[in-house]
C-alpha cells in the first residue's frame, strides 16, 4: 500500500541568491547560500545556513482526526559531519512550521522532536525526502543502490504517508494496533522536527566491507545531535530540548541515545567522522519496541515465549529454550533492579507477576474500559481467561502467554546458531549482521550460541564487548550510570509483540526509575509490533516536559 495522500505542497521560496551573510542570534556567518543541500560538510565548519529551505505547505491530519494546514521551511539533506563515510545517510532534514491553521507560529524556542527512521538496524536515508515525514515511520528508507529496506522489518514494511501523522500497518494491525509518522504530528504542534538518516548494517562498499554496522547508527545520531547543537542559536529551536523518538532498532537506537548523553566511550567514533565538537545529550528519549540488550535478549526471550509455539505449529527445541532461560535469570540477578512502584527486586521468579501486576492488566483494564459496554461485553465472551469485575481485568501469565500465540522467532531468536545463507530475508541474521565487521556479513555475539556454532573452546572476537557496550542502553544505566543520561522516558510496547521479550523495555524503565529519572512506560493491549497508540499523549508530553508554552 504505497500512496502518497500529500494534499498540497508548494515551493514558496528559493534559496536567496543574494544571502551570503545572516546576523542571526547576533553573530555573524556566512551563509552557505550556494550549498543547496543547506550544510557546510564541504567546508568542514559545520555551520547551518539559516537562509538555505525552500518553505512548504502541507496538510496534517493529528492524533484525534483533526486536519491541519501546516507552512513550514525545510532545509533538505544537510551533511551533519565533516568527514562522512557516506553523504546518503549521514545528512538529515529540518522542517520549521511557520505558520498552522493560518495563524503566524515562531518555533524559535521550540522543542526539537529528533526522528529517528532506522527499522532492523538497517540503513536510513532522508536524502531523498521532498518534506517532513520522509524517513517514514522507521523504515530505514534507503536511496538506491542501497539494500532495500522494504524487505526489512514487519514494523517499517508499509509505506508511511509523509504528511498525514496516521497509518495502519500490516504488522500492527493483524495484532490491533495503529502505527504512526511522528514528524507531521510534531509539526503541526509547533515543534522544530529534525530527521536524521544514519548509517546501517547492510552498506557495503566495493571492497565487499561493511560500514554501516555497530556503532555506526548510534554514533551517526550522536553526530546529528552534536550538529545541532554546535549551531545552537542558529539552528530553529532549542537545543537543549531535543526529543528523540525511534521504533524498534529505531527505539533501541532512540533509548540508546538517551542513555549514553555524552559518554566519552564514543570519541573515537565520533571523531573518526569528524562530528562536531559539541554536546550529545539529549532532554528526552521516546523509544517504541526497542529492540536493545541484544546480548541478553535470547535468554530474556525463552524465559517469556519458551513455550510458545512458531507460528508452522512446531515448538523451539526446548533444551535450547531452557539453558537460555536460565542465563536470563543469571543476568536478571545480577542488575538488581527493583521494579517499579514498590515492587521489589525483580528476579526470573516474579517478573511474570511484576508484568502483570505492573502492566498487562493495567493494560487490559484500560482497553476493556474504553470499549462501549456490547464491545467489551463480546471481547470479554471470546476471551475467557480475562476476569473482570467491573473495574479491573485479571489473568494468569500462562492464559495470557497462549493469547499471545505464536512466538516470532526461533531460539535463539538473535544470535543464531548458523548464519544466513541466501540473503533474501534481509532480517534473518540481522542482528549477527549488525555486529559484523570488515568483510565478515555476520558475527556471533554470545558466547553461547558462537560455541554452539564453533565449539566449546571458541572466543568472540576480541572487539565483541566493547560493541556490546557501545550499543546498549543497559550499560549506562546500570553498569555505568551515565550523568549525562536524558532524565526522561516515554517508553511503550504492544502487549503482543513477540519480536523481543516483554522484559527488554521493562528492564529498560525499571533501570532509569531506579536511578531517578522521570519515566512513563505502558503497554498496549493486543497491539503487535511497531504500534503507537498514544500519539496524541505523546505530543503533549513533550509540550509538558519541555515547559513549553506553543507559540
Ligand atoms: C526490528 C525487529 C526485529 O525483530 C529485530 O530483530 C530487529 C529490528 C525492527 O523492526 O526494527
Not at 229 to 239: F, L, Q
Not at 284 to 292: L, R
Request: charged letters at 20%; a negative charge; proline letters at 4%.
Amino acid at each position: 500500500m504505497k500512496h502518497r495522500a500529500v494534499k498540497r505542497r508548494s515551493v514558496v521560496l528559493g534559496i536567496g541568491a543574494t544571502a551570503g551573510v545572516a546576523a542571526v542570534g547576533g553573530i555573524a556567518l556566512t551563509a552557505q547560500a550556494e550549498n543547496k543541500k543547506g550544510g557546510s560538510a564541504a567546508s568542514g565548519a559545520l555551520v547551518f545556513a539559516p537562509d538555505a529551505y525552500t518553505t512548504l505547505t502541507t496538510t496534517v491530519t493529528d492524533a484525534a482526526g483533526t486536519e491541519h494546514e501546516v507552512t513550514y521551511r525545510f532545509w533538505k539533506a544537510i551533511t551533519y559531519v565533516s568527514k562522512p563515510v557516506d553523504e546518503a545517510y549521514q545528512s538529515l532534514n529540518i522542517s520549521v512550521p511557520v505558520k498552522i491553521d493560518g495563524k503566524t507560529v515562531d518555533a524559535t524556542g521550540a522543542p526539537i522532536l529528533f526522528a529517528n527512521s532506522v527499522g532492523g538496524y538497517m540503513p536510513s536515508s532522508v536524502a531523498e525526502a521532498t518534506g517532513v515525514g520522509g524517513g517514514g515511520t522507521g523504515g530505514g528508507t534507503a536511496p538506491s543502490g542501497a539494500a532495500s529496506a522494504s524487505a526489512a522489518p514487519s514494523a517499517t514494511a508499509s509505506s508511511a504517508d509523509s504528511s498525514t501523522g496516521t497509518e495502519s500497518g500490516s504488522a500492527a494491525q493483524q495484532a490491533g494496533g495503529k502505527m504512526v509518522s511522528l514528524p507531521p504530528l510534531g509539526l503541526a504542534a509547533g515543534y522544530v522536527v529534525v530527521e536524521p538518516g544514519a548509517r546501517g548494517r547492510t552498506l557495503k562498499n566495493s571492497a565487499g566491507e561493511y560500514y554501516g554496522t555497530a556503532p555506526a547508527a548510534i554514533v551517526d545520531l550522536k553526530a546529528a545531535v552534536r550538529y545541532l547543537r554546535a549551531n545552537k542559536g542558529r539552528v530553529p529551536g532549542d537545543t537543549d530540548r531535543i526529543f528523540s523518538t525511534g521504533t524498534s532498532a529505531g527505539g533501541a537506537l532512540s533509548a540508546l541515545l538517551g542513555a549514553s548523553g555524552d559518554s566519552p566511550i564514543y570519541d573515537k567514533y565520533l571523531k573518526e567522522i569528524g562530528a562536531a565538537d559539541a554536546s550529545d545529550a539529549i532532554f528526552a528519549t521516546g523509544a517504541w519496541c526497542p529492540i536493545t540488550d541484544l546480548e541478553h535478549a535470547d535468554g530474556a526471550y525463552e524465559w517469556n515465549w519458551g513455550t510458545n509455539k512458531l507460528s508452522t505449529g512446531a515448538q523451539v527445541d526446548q533444551t535450547v529454550s531452557k539453558e537460555l532461560k536460565s542465563q536470563f535469570a543469571e543476568y536478571q540477578a545480577g542488575l538488581k533492579l527493583r521494579g517499579r512502584g514498590g515492587f521489589g527486586t525483580l528476579t526470573a521468579r516474579n517478573y511474570d507477576e511484576y508484568l502483570l501486576k505492573t502492566y498487562l492488566q493495567p493494560s487490559a483494564t484500560t482497553y476493556l474500559a474504553a470499549l462501549s459496554a456490547a464491545d467489551r461485553e463480546t471481547y470479554l465472551a471470546k476471551n475467557t481467561f480475562i476476569s473482570w469485575d467491573g473495574k479491573n481485568a485479571t489473568f494468569t501469565w500462562a492464559d495470557f502467554l497462549t493469547h499471545v500465540g505464536a512466538r516470532k522467532k526461533d531460539a535463539p531468536a538473535f544470535d543464531l546458531f548458523t548464519f544466513p545463507t541466501d540473503s533474501s530475508d534481509a532480517m534473518a541474521g540481522d542482528i549477527n549482521n549488525e555486529f559484523g565487521q570488515g568483510t565478515e556479513q555476520y558475527r556471533h555475539f554470545t558466547l553461547y550460541s558462537l560455541r554452539e556454532d564453533k565449539g566449546s573452546s571458541a572466543r568472540l572476537a576480541s572487539d565483541i564487548p566493547e560493541k556490546l557496550r557501545l550499543m546498549n542502553p543497559m550499560h549506562h544505566l546500570v553498569d555505568q550510570p551515565n550523568a549525562g543520561r536524558t532524565k526522561h522516558w516515554w517508553i511503550r510496547l504492544g502487549s503482543s509483540d513477540s519480536d523481543t521479550a516483554l522484559t527488554v523495555s521493562a528492564n529498560l524503565a525499571a533501570a532509569a526509575d531506579q536511578l531517578g529519572d522521570d519515566v512513563s512506560h505502558l503497554y498496549y493491549w493486543d497491539a503487535g509490533h511497531g504500534a503507537n497508540e498514544d500519539a496524541g499523549d505523546f505530543i503533549e508530553w513533550i509540550a509538558k516536559t519541555a515547559g513549553h508554552k506553543s507559540a
